[in-house]
């Protein structure tokens, strides 16, 4: 199992970024495929971005083109760039790994304690 700590959450206004960062120990980090899931007040848990261990990545259409996920295997550190943020981006946001399949509807079996985001209109 990998472990993974969240930061770099905050409040911001709408139309403005922030940059979410994920540190990975634990495991061989590189080979995980690693993800960011998000979970709002009374909604469930929305997978919005994964990556997998050569770097191919896939968005839910509520962020695609608004938030980039990257990763530095040198530093074991997942990113996630959020632009444009909206109020509906407003919840607490999740690291997640897996050394299986990679994909948004995937079982991540690696949680961080998660991060929080607020975006104020």
């Known amino acids: 199992q990998v472990q993974l700590v969240e930061s770099g959450g905050g409040s911001v ?14 495991s061989t980090y590189s080979n995980y ?5 998000r979970q709002a007040p009374g ?7 994964v990556i997998d261990s050569g770097g ?3 968005y839910a259409d509520s962020v695609k083109g608004r938030f980039t996920i990257s990763k530095d295997n040198a530093k074991n550190t997942l990113y996630l760039q959020m632009n444009s943020l909206k109020s509906e981006d407003t919840a607490m946001y999740y690291c997640v790994a897996s050394n299986s399949y990679c994909g948004l ?12 985001v607020t975006v104020s209109s």
Do not use: D, P, Y
């Not at 495929?33 to 899931?37: H, K």
């Not at 909604?43 to 971005?49: D, F, M, T, Y």
């Not at 509807?105 to 929080?116: E, P």
């Open 13 to 26: 206004q709408a139309g403005g970024s922030l940059r979410l960062s994920c540190v990975a120990s634990g």
């Open 56 to 58: 191919r990545t896939t």
């Open 33 to 37: 495929c690693m993800g960011w899931f």
């Open 105 to 116: 509807r995937a079982r991540f079996g690696s949680w961080g304690q998660g991060t929080q």
């Open 43 to 49: 909604k469930e848990r929305e997978g919005i971005v």
